[in-house]
């Protein structure tokens, strides 16, 4: 039973393409989250989710829109994908807002290669 | 923005050797945690930290919240090649009563000595 699954693992696209990556826990968190690692393995929180709602919005490109369909799932969708856009992205997902008292569980990642 | 210094960014392990590393922060965190990464894998949560001073353990490794809560350590005892990975701290702060995002170090990156 996987807690936070993210698909695809991995995503090769080229540049001004759209692409998708979906995320989705089983834990019944209510707080989800994206976070972008580069390179020099830097984690960066991108987007948080709870109950719906966006409570954080970092600032990230509007090309990038988290979309919650509901408690469970929080997709990302990126429009006119660029060079820098390649990196791993990791959903997250917590119990309530203070997250952390109970760790952040994360997914195995999404590797987007932008060419 | 908030940073996490965490030292050393990389270091070399032989079997059964002791390590220690560390994160330090210019502001105050009322939450630290410490994570691993494996290759291809998302980060695992190892130790969470929630008082200044607090010390705690999970199995061969040992962090602690320091007491300005500006800063934690991680060690690990008698190392194993399995402990091979990326570890990272992470804080979190309290802004009158809601909890802010995790902030993460950069890592310090774990091989085997060759």
């Known amino acids: 039973d996987t807690a936070v699954s993210q698909t695809p693992k991995y995503l090769v696209t080229q540049m001004g393409n759209d692409k998708s990556i979906k995320c989705e826990q089983n834990?019944?968190?209510?707080?989800m989250y994206w976070y972008k690692q580069d390179s020099k393995k830097f984690l960066k929180i991108m987007f948080s989710?709870?109950?719906?709602?966006?409570?954080i919005n970092e600032t990230v490109p509007n090309r990038f829109s988290p979309k919650s369909p509901d408690k469970a799932h929080l997709n990302l969708h990126i429009n006119s994908l660029e060079l820098g856009d390649s990196a791993v992205y990791f959903c997250a997902s917590s119990r309530s807002l203070q997250g952390a008292n109970y760790g952040y569980t994360f997914g195995s990642g999404t590797r987007l290669t932008v060419v | 923005g908030q940073q996490l210094n965490q030292s050393p960014q990389s270091m070399f392990i032989q079997e059964g050797e002791d390590v220690s590393m560390n994160c330090t922060s210019s502001?105050?965190?009322?939450?630290w945690l410490w994570y691993k990464q494996d290759p291809g894998e998302g980060p695992v949560l190892l130790i969470a930290l929630y008082k200044a001073g607090e010390l705690t353990s999970n199995g061969r490794l040992t962090a602690q919240f320091g007491i300005t809560r500006k800063d934690s350590f991680l060690n690990i005892s008698a190392s194993i090649p399995s402990d091979v990975g990326i570890y990272f701290c992470a804080g979190q702060r309290d802004y009158g009563g809601s909890q802010g995002n995790l902030i993460f170090g950069k890592g310090t990156k774990l091989s085997v000595k060759p």
């Open positions: 834990l019944g968190h209510d707080t």
């Open positions: 989710y709870n109950n719906k709602e966006l409570i």
């Open positions: 502001s105050i965190f009322n939450t």
